[in-house]
């Protein structure tokens, strides 16, 4: 199993540029999540999906838009990008609530 | 407002000291609460806590959850440089997860 797999690791945008981060996991997880982490910072929750054609809004959702067609994938969407979007970007999934969350390795994203 | 807070924020001991990490809550739906380690790159999965007064022990590491109190707290015992990262505390706040800012343990030889 791959786990959580995120594409790509590090992009750089410029002001009002849109791009899709990528979020895969192979485990038939129901549950995803999509966090952002500033520096020096824990992890604050944008969106998340609790199964295929369900999400919800976490504590920072605006400015993102997210998808849940299939089990397996759950692409973030920045529309128009701006500097206070420059963050790393996790993508995780979980089997159910009250389990562990795995994480993918990260996105490196700086709006310029 | 929903928040979850974690102390020290930072934290430097020695090699074989005890370290005691805190992690307080205020959420509106609590389903459980949860540790992560975090080193260079992506979380990694410590404990998972939904009952008060169970302690969860894997190894140097244990931890316990004061539903009443609302906090939870992680203990290492027998610190190595290795244990050096970010504790991470979350809660599942009824799937809305709410993380604290993070504890950063510098463990020295």
């Known amino acids: 199993n791959a786990g959580v797999t995120q594409t790509p690791k590090f992009r750089i945008l410029k002001i009002g540029q849109s791009m899709t981060l990528q979020c895969t996991q192979d485990?038939?997880?129901?549950?995803m999540y999509w966090y952002r982490q500033d520096p020096g910072m824990g992890l604050k929750l944008i969106y998340y999906?609790?199964?295929?054609?369900?999400?919800d809004k976490g504590e920072v959702p605006n400015g993102y838009n997210v998808s849940r067609s299939t089990t397996e994938d759950f692409p973030l969407r920045l529309e128009l990008a701006a500097p206070s979007q420059t963050s790393v970007y996790f993508c995780?999934?979980?089997?159910?609530?009250?389990?562990?969350?795995?994480f993918g390795p990260g996105t490196r994203l700086t709006v310029l | 407002e929903d928040k979850v807070v974690q102390s020290p924020l930072s934290l430097v001991v020695h090699e074989g000291d005890t370290v005691t990490l805190n992690c307080s809550y205020e959420?509106?739906?609590?389903?459980?609460l949860l540790w992560y380690k975090q080193e260079k790159k992506a979380p990694t999965f410590l404990f998972i806590l939904?009952?008060?007064?169970i302690e969860k022990k894997s190894g140097r590491l244990s931890s316990i959850l004061d539903k009443k109190e609302l906090f939870s707290i992680l203990n290492i015992t027998a610190t190595q440089t290795g244990d050096s990262a970010i504790y991470l505390c979350?809660?599942?706040?009824?799937?809305?997860?709410?993380f604290g800012a993070g504890t950063r343990l510098t463990v020295k030889p």
């Open positions: 995780a999934s979980s089997y159910s609530t009250n389990t562990e969350q795995f």
């Open positions: 485990m038939n997880h129901n549950y």
């Open positions: 999906s609790v199964g295929a054609g369900i999400t």
């Open positions: 959420v509106t739906n609590f389903r459980s």
């Open positions: 939904t009952s008060s007064g």
């Open positions: 979350a809660v599942d706040n009824n799937n809305d997860m709410r």
